[in-house]
């Protein structure tokens, strides 16, 4: 049976948030923030629902009140959507230095629209999911559509949200107003993106979903809950959210030391890498022997720089394979090694710039590697270090004749 934990987490504001984290029977895999939506608490029944239908899966989930509302203390009028991320953001951060890092963030209606944003100030988020969500935190201005008049003009009025009276400020009003530039955001994501939503939502309109989705790059995805509701009620789509919601998370989230083997027939020692690219923008996902990360290009060039360059990697594999060959080596040789730093630059230089060129008027690429050799090691060791440097296998490899074969799928 899953087992309940409730604490406070003070926001930036220092007020007492209150959450409740619910976790797996064994240690978890990972864990999860889940966002609930506009007015609602952490004890709405599907936030509850699919948090404990997702630690049968192993993930641990947090949830809490944002500020006002709940168990939560502070001022609802005193509110806005910002501070709705700053709270996600102060609730990541706790979770972080006392069990760890979200690496799944959940966001339900206004809550999806706010993971989205806080996704960009949590870097160890690793995938987000949202249900029922707008595409833009604008689209909650429908609730109290009659009462705006009057929230402009008089600065703040008082409206029923699904029953219940709250106070709409001017200033909740002016900050969604601040956030129009959400779609860039979405673009800019870096994480896969799951989005549920309902064909039948009567609170926000499955339009909003193909907005998201359009906005959002690859890796996304999409999951229509046929006959759900916004709140989803019934216990039978909660279970079906979580169910699929691990899935498809278990692809990217921290996997436990006893995993099984990678799917699609691939094992560890399968040195065939893919990599996969959307229709737009380019952000590549890639995955090698069980191992997932993915490539992006700077924005000054239309990429959205969630991710090392293809020429970052090319640096890092000269890097890596330099450090490896040089802790190998002191080992078999007894040195007294206590580390090795490589640092690789890549650049273009003209060939009249390179002496051992034969022709002068091309450019060639030059990759500069520094080695700072750490240790108690005499000058005549630190010499024989960085020629074996230059016997690295990769280095080996970008100096040798290199053939590419293009063949179609």
């Not at 966002?35 to 239908?53: E, G, I, M, N, P």
């Not at 009057?150 to 600065?155: A, F, N, P």
């Not at 039978?236 to 899935?247: C, H, I, M, S």
């Not at 640092?343 to 060129?357: L, P, R, S």
Request: charged content about 25%; aromatic content about 6%; hydrophobic content about 40%.
């Amino acid at each position: 049976m899953p087992r309940e934990e409730r604490f406070a987490i003070e926001n930036a504001d220092g007020h007492a948030l209150a959450a409740r984290l619910v976790l797996p029977d064994e240690p978890p895999r990972a864990f999860a923030l889940f966002a609930h939506c506009f007015t609602c608490t952490k004890d709405l029944h599907a936030v509850r629902r699919v948090a404990k239908a997702l630690t049968a899966h192993g993930i641990g989930v947090i949830s809490f009140d944002f500020t006002g509302l709940g168990e939560s203390e502070g001022e609802f009028a005193e509110t806005s959507f910002s501070t709705s991320v700053a709270d996600l953001v102060h609730a990541a951060e706790h979770l972080a230095s006392q069990y760890g890092a979200p690496q799944l963030l959940i966001g339900h209606s206004l809550g999806g629209a706010a993971v989205l944003v806080a996704a960009g100030a949590l870097p160890d988020v690793r995938a987000v999911a949202t249900i029922g969500a707008p595409c833009d935190p604008d689209h909650v201005r429908h609730l109290f559509t009659d009462h705006e008049a009057d929230i402009l003009q008089l600065g703040e009025a008082e409206v029923s949200i699904g029953g219940r009276p709250f106070r709409i400020r001017r200033e909740f009003l002016d900050d969604l107003d601040s956030h129009d530039t959400m779609r860039e955001r979405i673009a800019a994501l870096g994480r896969p993106l799951l989005v549920f939503h309902s064909p039948t939502d009567a609170t926000v309109g499955i339009e909003q979903a193909r907005h998201l989705y359009e906005a959002a790059r690859h890796p996304k995805s999409f999951v229509s809950l046929d006959g759900a509701d916004h709140l989803l009620t019934r216990p039978e789509d909660a279970r079906f959210v979580a169910d699929v919601l691990a899935a498809w998370a278990s692809r990217y989230l921290d996997a436990p030391a006893s995993e099984d083997p990678p799917a699609d027939g691939a094992t560890y020692d399968d040195p065939a890498l893919t990599a996969r690219i959307g229709a737009e923008g380019f952000r590549t996902e890639m995955d090698v022997r069980g191992f997932h990360f993915a490539a992006d290009e700077p924005a000054s060039i239309g990429g959205t720089e969630t991710a090392p360059t293809p020429y970052d990697y090319l640096s890092a594999a000269l890097a890596a394979c330099t450090a490896m060959t040089l802790r190998m080596y002191a080992g078999r040789k007894g040195l007294p090694l206590e580390g090795v730093d490589v640092t690789v630059t890549h650049e273009k230089i003209h060939a009249t710039d390179c002496a051992t060129c034969d022709a002068k008027t091309v450019k060639l690429d030059q990759l500069t590697r520094t080695v700072s050799i750490r240790g108690d090691l005499t000058e005549a060791q630190r010499e024989r270090m960085l020629e074996i440097a230059d016997r690295c296998p990769v280095h080996r490899t970008l100096e040798s004749e290199i053939r590419v074969v293009t063949v179609a799928a």
